[in-house]
């Protein structure tokens, strides 16, 4: 058989895979895989980017992340073999499964490099939209890992482009997560007001889909947030429940599993620990369903303080230890320092002070590698608080000081109030 002959046979499988089961909802699986195989054999390199951008596509819908990155970087591969002008369109696609990918694992420093390809992609095609969709992507991946103050700009931007292009559904989606910075920074009645503008945005549709009501139940989770943070926990349970209630209608497992782990923190707030552990579990069970390892790790993180309250200590350092490990397997430093700093916390209460110390110092070196201020400031704190409680004034200042000037930069008025009162009490003005 000629080479002629091979590519022939190759493109005509592919074509009659498509043909035969290509509308057939009861096609054997696989068979895209197989089209794709063929595809390639028979040098149809976009044919192919296209059914492997399918795989990719449905493969995140089944939450089947694992899968969607192998073939996203398929993807990739395969753009090298078509001409550069007709690259840019598929590359933004595969960037955007790659980021979808990565964002689910805790990948975010990965994930930042995807996006900012997007964006070279949506530049060189000068794709508006393609570009306000790169730069959301862009300023979620920064918040995630603690560039705040780079998060904002870039979210601001964003914000920007969709609304000079009236892409109101991205304005709103650029105004929900600019509000998750401003929350981060202590900002949080400009926090509600982006919050409430989206929410503005989404409930004015005349035809609402149930991608919308989705988008409506993460604005209404974001409200609930702030309020949380604030301490209004019944305006908190009352935006969480109605959020709840339109991803249960959506079907969301993953949605469903997020509010519960929140309603979880709330009734921890309003005294009901038997309630909130009930809540935490159900997330816990949802997440594993759904293999979201990041999100269990969360789950781990929300059951471990419920433990502490209940003053069930060696529960939670279990709960934190197990946080920890899904962590650090996904390469999630953000979340390694929070689940760091519970584990200094519950050795703490445990009276094992030297165990707390490693932590919070292990916390710490990893925030400051990774500029996460939230996570310094933090780690600091504790460090302080336990060498205050150690009769180490001159330690507890130091650490509290330095914590202080975060605090005061980041514009955390409250926290930087608490942080005087301590300093005060062990140094008096004059």
Not at 111 to 129: F, S
Not at 225 to 235: H, I, K, M, P, S
Request: with cysteine.
């Amino acid at each position: 058989m000629t080479n002629d002959d091979t590519t022939t046979f190759h493109r005509r499988v592919a074509e009659e895979l498509g043909a035969r089961y290509g509308g057939d909802e009861c096609a054997p699986e696989g068979w895209r895989e197989i089209q794709t195989w063929h595809w390639e054999r028979a040098g149809a390199y976009t044919a192919a980017i296209e059914t492997a951008l399918a795989i990719t596509e449905m493969r995140v819908a089944r939450l089947d992340f694992g899968g969607a990155r192998q073939w996203t970087e398929r993807v990739l591969t395969l753009l090298e073999r078509i001409d550069v002008e007709s690259r840019p369109p598929y590359e933004l696609r595969a960037c955007a499964l790659a980021l979808a990918v990565l964002e689910f694992g805790g990948q975010y420093r990965e994930g930042l490099e995807y996006a900012r390809r997007m964006l070279r992609a949506a530049q060189r095609t000068r794709n508006a939209e393609a570009e306000a969709r790169a730069l959301l992507g862009i300023g979620r991946m920064q918040r995630e890992l603690g560039q705040l103050v780079q998060a904002e700009t870039v979210l601001h931007n964003a914000r920007d482009l969709a609304a000079r292009g009236e892409l109101s559904d991205l304005e709103a989606e650029a105004r929900l997560h600019l509000a998750k910075v401003h929350q981060l920074q202590g900002r949080h009645l400009e926090a509600l007001q982006e919050l409430q503008m989206a929410r503005e945005e989404h409930e004015r549709e005349e035809h609402e889909t149930i991608d919308e009501k989705l988008k409506l139940a993460r604005v209404l989770t974001g409200i609930g947030d702030v309020y949380r943070v604030l301490g209004a926990n019944q305006e908190a349970f009352t935006f969480y429940t109605r959020a709840l209630s339109l991803e249960q209608g959506r079907g969301s497992l993953i949605g469903q599993a997020i509010l519960k782990d929140k309603l979880a923190l709330v009734l921890l707030n309003q005294n009901k620990p038997a309630d909130a552990l009930v809540s935490a579990e159900e997330s816990l069970h949802l997440r594993r369903r759904i293999n979201d390892i990041v999100g269990q790790a969360r789950s781990y993180t929300v059951i471990g303080t419920v433990m502490s309250c209940l003053g069930r200590h060696e529960q939670a350092m279990e709960s934190y230890r197990r946080a920890y490990e899904l962590q650090e397997w996904t390469q999630n430093p953000r979340g390694q320092c929070i689940a760091l700093i519970h584990l200094g916390d519950a050795a703490r209460a445990l009276r094992q002070p030297q165990a707390a110390v490693l932590h919070y110092e292990q916390a710490l070196a990893l925030a400051r590698r990774d500029r996460d201020q939230i996570g310094i400031v933090r780690a600091l704190e504790r460090l302080g608080d336990l060498h205050y409680a150690q009769a180490q004034q001159s330690q507890a200042l130091a650490r509290w000081n330095e914590a202080l000037q975060i605090r005061e930069a980041l514009r955390h008025v409250d926290e930087a109030d608490k942080l005087r009162y301590r300093i005060r009490a062990i140094q008096p003005a004059g």
